[in-house]
T-cell receptor
Framework: DGGITQSPKYLFRKEGQNVTLSCEQN?????MYWYRQDPGQGLRLIYY???????QKGDIAEGYSVSREKKESFPLTVTSAQKNPTAFYLC??????????????FGQGTRLTVV | DQQVKQNSPSLSVQEGRISILNCDYT??????FLWYKKYPAEGPTFLIS?????DKNEDGRFTVFLNKSAKHLSLHIVPSQPGDSAVYFC?????????????FGQGTRLTINP
């Protein structure tokens, strides 16, 4: 089955620690995205990537880092510099190489809690 | 700067009636618009989209209308069903190809009452 997989579903982190959220897709999609959702708020873009070894900052990139070493994978690291990391994190992917607009597909999300 | 806005945080509709969700945008470069449905603790699922060259797109009970001059789009659900209760997000992207940012609104919580 093709899809986009985020792991783990729940993650607990102590203050001051870095933590990495996994996102893998087997849809052969070009672009991948990371969003953050806080209670009562929309989806805010953290980072996005169109191709391997290239990525751009979104609207709230501070305190986060990403890598895109493989087309299928786009891990997000939440660093200790992120002041309020407790949130629901969503990864998405979409085809862009055709030149046509397409919808993005989302993973099931990772709930990160700082304890 | 909130480029995509959903000004109604919540909407309550009677089962069987029409639900209308609204979305406004500020960036005139946006040329593709999408609606997503989201349940708690799950990823959003795609509902329907519309290109800026059209003013209406229909898929079953869902219709999206685009008014480019007003920078406004709306999602109509008719008839509304209890399973439609969820948070609905509109999204927009700019650029024919490439690493388009996909920008989301704040969401509207739709509740369908029996």
């Amino acid at each position: 089955d093709g899809g986009i997989t985020q792991s783990p579903k729940y993650l607990f982190r102590k203050e001051g620690q870095n933590v990495t959220l996994s996102c893998e897709q087997n849809l052969n999609h070009d672009a991948m995205y990371w969003y953050r959702q806080d209670p009562g708020q929309g989806l805010r873009l953290i980072y996005y990537s169109q191709i391997v070894n290239d990525f751009q900052k979104g609207d709230i990139a501070e305190g986060y880092s990403v890598s895109r070493e493989k087309k299928e994978s786009f891990p997000l690291t939440v660093t200790s510099a992120q002041k309020n990391p407790t949130a629901f994190y969503l990864c998405a992917s979409r085809i862009t190489s055709t030149g046509w607009n397409t919808e993005a597909f989302f993973g099931q999300g990772t709930r990160l809690t700082v304890v | 700067d909130q480029q995509v806005k959903q000004n109604s945080p919540s909407l309550s509709v009677q089962e069987g009636r029409i639900s209308i969700l609204n979305c406004d945008y500020t960036n005139s470069m946006f040329d593709y618009f999408l609606w997503y449905k989201k349940y708690p603790a799950e990823g959003p699922t795609f509902l329907i989209s519309i290109s800026s060259i059209k003013d209406k797109n229909e898929d079953g009970r869902f219709t999206v209308f685009l008014n480019k001059s007003a920078k406004h789009l709306s999602l109509h659900i008719v008839p509304s069903q209890p399973g439609d209760s969820a948070v609905y997000f509109c999204a927009a992207s700019a650029g024919f190809q490439g690493a388009q940012k996909l920008v989301f609104g704040q969401g509207t919580r739709l509740t369908i009452n029996p």
